[in-house]
């Protein structure tokens, strides 16, 4: 590839506040640009609405600026997971919340919402989260469910429809080769989140992309306190090249495509980081608990005017 | 010109407002007029949420860089109101907070403090700019004090750079520890108003310790940091000084230069005579010069 720019990614979904800085540093080491944070569970409920504020204000606060220092811009979707959903009494006070947080700066989606275990209880809260998307003109980032997959992935569908919700304004996310067609044939992004080892490999990501093309359909590492790889997108573009898949076929799955679906929210550019000053920590964020003392500064030189 | 037009808060809203005309498109600044409109009259506090928030979407996030009419504008509006460093979405949103009425500072705290909570870095930064001109100022002592904890540079430096809110209102503790929290942090000493008309022998004290520290682990300390020692310095602060100037190669050794400047201590002169300042340049005070030499 001698003569060519080195490749760009962006990874529209990593749950950066599970992950450590090394993860941060690796993957703008392998270039990875920008990434969006979701608002998803912790592993465990919460059990107040305030632990959920605190949450949603780290991801445009704090987080937003961990991830600054190494140079990676960072985004997010703000929404009332599935699981969680399912605490009504507790639903009902973080429905509340939400208006707060969704119209702030970088908020790219309402997301991750959709359904679980397909409950009642979901759907009351998925078609709220629907309304608010509609209200504050946002995109919607939809989390579909690990079981029973292709039934809810068709119902979150219909019930988006039956709001009358634009699907090139909604992202499906954690495909497979079962829920694929669907989602394509009715208009949807199709987001394929790469696991390693289990549910989607690096392999059945290539032939997936050599079966359906590179139109609306793009990759994300969904890295959180789980067993994943934050690198999952720049190592599935290397072996889309090696396999054969095309350059361009690669770049429009691992970077324009998840670019062209979130940028629909006004929020997210490519100038932001085409633009953005190169890191000197020296300067804008010494001292920070990021930059532990004694610690050396990185200072990356722009060498391109 | 009525009475209304003449108090503090008129002042203020007409020159943000006007400063804010001349910046961002006429449908930008009508959106602001109905939000603030809409903020005025609200009985639920979601209206001025969604506003706060939205407003940055409108208006954009250029720099002001104010004329010096505006800058003199913002003085006359209010004392050693200091627009420099503030954006347009700032400006929007501390427009929005001037909507805000409240029969005490309690009241007031109360709508503010989900705003603080829930901020997003820049939401944070407009909330710090709009603390000298919020009714009831000792009501947002606690909330100064705990902003000026913070790690995130660019909002510590909201509230402790060109703003007076922190020298008016932070009790002596708290405000040593800002400026403690400011080396601490990479932070500039210069910019922060009453610098030297806050400083006190605890503070000396305080920073001397942390100097220790510095020297303890063989990191350079900032030049500005013997600012706040000079005037209060004992026996043990003038060895630091002496110190600094010996062992400090650049700009640490110019700052204990400087600060001997202001020391009274009998010990200070001879020093001072020793290690002349360099001629030409420092001038007399000239920290901010020093400051930038970091």
Same mark, same amino acid.
């Given at each position: 590839?001698?003569?060519?720019?080195?490749?760009?990614?962006?990874?529209?979904?990593?749950?950066?506040?599970?992950?450590?800085?090394? #993860?941060?540093?690796?993957?703008?080491?392998?270039?990875?640009?920008?990434?969006?944070?979701?608002?998803? +569970?912790?592993?465990?409920?919460? *059990?107040?609405?305030?632990?959920?504020?605190?949450?949603?204000?780290?991801?445009?606060?704090?987080?937003?600026?961990?991830?600054?220092?190494?140079?990676?811009?960072?985004?997010?979707?703000?929404?009332?997971?599935?699981?969680?959903?399912?605490?009504?009494?507790?639903? =009902?006070?973080?429905?509340?919340?939400?208006?707060?947080?969704?119209?702030?700066?970088?908020?790219?989606?309402?997301? =991750?919402?959709?359904? #679980? #275990?397909?409950?009642?209880? =979901?759907?009351?809260?998925?078609?709220?989260?629907?309304?608010?998307?509609?209200?504050?003109?946002?995109?919607?980032?939809?989390? *579909?469910?690990? &079981?029973?997959?292709?039934?809810?992935?068709?119902?979150?569908?219909?019930?988006?429809?039956?709001?009358?919700?634009?699907?090139?304004?909604?992202?499906?996310?954690?495909?497979?080769?079962?829920?694929?067609?669907?989602?394509?044939?009715?208009?949807? +992004?199709?987001?394929?989140?790469?696991?390693?080892?289990?549910?989607?490999?690096?392999?059945?990501?290539?032939?997936?992309?050599?079966?359906?093309?590179? =139109?609306?359909?793009?990759?994300?590492?969904?890295? #959180?306190?789980?067993?994943?790889?934050?690198?999952?997108?720049?190592?599935?573009?290397?072996?889309?090249?090696?396999?054969?898949?095309?350059?361009?076929?690669?770049?429009?799955?691992?970077?324009?495509?998840?670019?062209?679906?979130?940028?629909?929210?006004?929020?997210?550019?490519?100038?932001? +980081?085409?633009?953005?000053?190169?890191?000197?920590?020296?300067?804008?964020?010494?001292?920070?608990?990021?930059? &532990?003392?004694?610690?050396?500064?990185?200072?990356?030189?722009?060498?391109?005017? | 010109?009525?009475?209304?037009?003449?108090?503090?808060?008129?002042?203020?809203?007409?020159?943000?407002?006007?400063?804010?005309?001349?910046?961002?498109?006429?449908?930008?600044?009508?959106? @602001?007029?109905?939000?603030?409109?809409?903020?005025?009259?609200?009985?639920?506090?979601?209206?001025?949420?969604?506003?706060?928030?939205?407003?940055?979407?409108?208006?954009?996030?250029?720099?002001?860089?104010?004329?010096?009419?505006?800058?003199?504008?913002?003085?006359?509006?209010?004392?050693?109101?200091?627009?420099?460093?503030?954006?347009?979405?700032?400006?929007?949103?501390?427009?929005?907070?001037?909507?805000?009425?409240?029969?005490?500072?309690?009241?007031?705290?109360?709508?503010?403090?989900?705003?603080?909570?829930?901020?997003?870095?820049?939401?944070?930064?407009?909330?710090?700019?709009?603390?000298?001109?919020?009714?009831?100022?000792?009501?947002?002592?606690?909330?100064?004090?705990?902003?000026?904890?913070?790690? @995130?540079?660019?909002?510590?430096?909201?509230?402790?750079?060109?703003?007076?809110?922190?020298?008016?209102?932070?009790?002596?503790?708290?405000?040593?520890?800002?400026?403690?929290?400011?080396?601490?942090?990479?932070?500039?000493?210069?910019?922060?108003?009453?610098?030297?008309?806050?400083?006190?022998?605890?503070?000396? $004290? @305080?920073?001397?310790?942390?100097?220790?520290?510095?020297?303890?682990?063989?990191?350079? @300390?900032?030049?500005?940091?013997?600012?706040?020692?000079?005037?209060?310095?004992?026996?043990?602060?003038?060895?630091?000084?002496? $110190?600094?100037?010996?062992?400090?190669?650049?700009?640490?050794?110019?700052?204990?230069?400087?600060?001997?400047?202001?020391?009274?201590?009998?010990?200070?002169?001879?020093?001072?005579?020793?290690?002349?300042?360099?001629?030409?340049?420092?001038?007399?005070?000239?920290?901010?010069?020093?400051?930038?030499?970091?």
């Amino acid at each position: 590839m001698i003569g060519e720019p080195p490749m760009r990614f962006f990874d529209p979904h990593v749950h950066c506040t599970s992950r450590t800085t090394d #993860d941060y540093e690796a993957m703008v080491k392998h270039g990875v640009v920008g990434l969006i944070e979701p608002a998803f +569970w912790l592993g465990q409920p919460r *059990t107040e609405a305030g632990s959920f504020q605190d949450y949603f204000a780290s991801l445009v606060g704090f987080e937003r600026f961990r991830a600054q220092q190494f140079g990676m811009q960072h985004y997010t979707a703000i929404g009332l997971n599935s699981k969680e959903a399912n605490n009504e009494a507790l639903a =009902e006070q973080v429905m509340e919340l939400l208006p707060l947080f969704v119209c702030k700066e970088r908020v790219v989606a309402v997301g =991750e919402i959709g359904f #679980d #275990d397909q409950t009642d209880a =979901e759907e009351k809260y998925f078609r709220a989260q629907i309304e608010l998307a509609k209200e504050v003109d946002l995109p919607i980032m939809i989390h *579909t469910p690990h &079981r029973d997959k292709k039934r809810g992935t068709i119902r979150t569908m219909d019930v988006l429809e039956d709001h009358g919700f634009s699907p090139a304004r909604v992202v499906i996310d954690h495909n497979n080769e079962e829920t694929v067609k669907d989602v394509l044939d009715r208009g949807y +992004w199709a987001a394929f989140t790469i696991y390693p080892g289990t549910k989607m490999g690096n392999e059945r990501m290539v032939e997936i992309v050599r079966l359906y093309g590179s =139109e609306r359909i793009f990759i994300d590492s969904a890295a #959180d306190w789980g067993k994943s790889d934050p690198l999952a997108v720049p190592k599935t573009a290397h072996v889309m090249l090696e396999r054969g898949i095309l350059r361009g076929d690669v770049e429009k799955v691992t970077y324009e495509n998840a670019i062209a679906a979130y940028s629909q929210s006004g929020q997210l550019s490519e100038a932001d +980081w085409d633009s953005a000053s190169p890191v000197d920590q020296r300067t804008l964020y010494e001292g920070s608990s990021v930059l &532990r003392g004694g610690q050396e500064p990185r200072v990356d030189d722009n060498i391109i005017e | 010109m009525s009475e209304e037009t003449e108090t503090p808060r008129a002042k203020q809203v007409a020159l943000l407002r006007t400063v804010l005309q001349n910046r961002i498109a006429p449908d930008a600044l009508a959106w @602001i007029d109905a939000a603030r409109a809409k903020v005025a009259v609200a009985d639920e506090p979601r209206t001025l949420y969604m506003a706060f928030s939205a407003a940055g979407r409108r208006t954009g996030k250029e720099p002001l860089k104010p004329t010096p009419d505006e800058r003199a504008a913002a003085g006359a509006g209010r004392a050693d109101w200091d627009l420099s460093s503030w954006t347009v979405d700032q400006a929007a949103r501390v427009l929005l907070l001037l909507e805000l009425r409240a029969e005490s500072g309690d009241a007031l705290t109360a709508r503010l403090d989900p705003l603080f909570q829930s901020a997003d870095l820049g939401e944070l930064q407009a909330l710090c700019k709009s603390l000298p001109l919020l009714p009831f100022p000792e009501a947002h002592r606690a909330r100064c004090a705990d902003i000026v904890r913070t790690n @995130i540079t660019s909002v510590f430096e909201a509230v402790a750079h060109e703003n007076p809110y922190p020298t008016e209102q932070l009790d002596e503790g708290a405000w040593n520890q800002m400026v403690l929290k400011a080396l601490f942090i990479g932070v500039k000493l210069y910019p922060i108003q009453g610098i030297d008309e806050r400083a006190n022998p605890e503070l000396a $004290r @305080i920073l001397c310790d942390y100097a220790h520290e510095r020297w303890a682990a063989g990191r350079k @300390i900032s030049p500005e940091l013997w600012r706040c020692v000079g005037p209060f310095a004992d026996d043990g602060m003038l060895a630091d000084l002496e $110190r600094a100037v010996s062992d400090d190669d650049g700009p640490g050794a110019l700052g204990a230069l400087l600060a001997l400047k202001t020391c009274p201590h009998d010990g200070a002169a001879p020093l001072r005579e020793a290690a002349p300042l360099p001629a030409g340049l420092l001038a007399d005070g000239d920290w901010k010069h020093l400051g930038d030499l970091q």
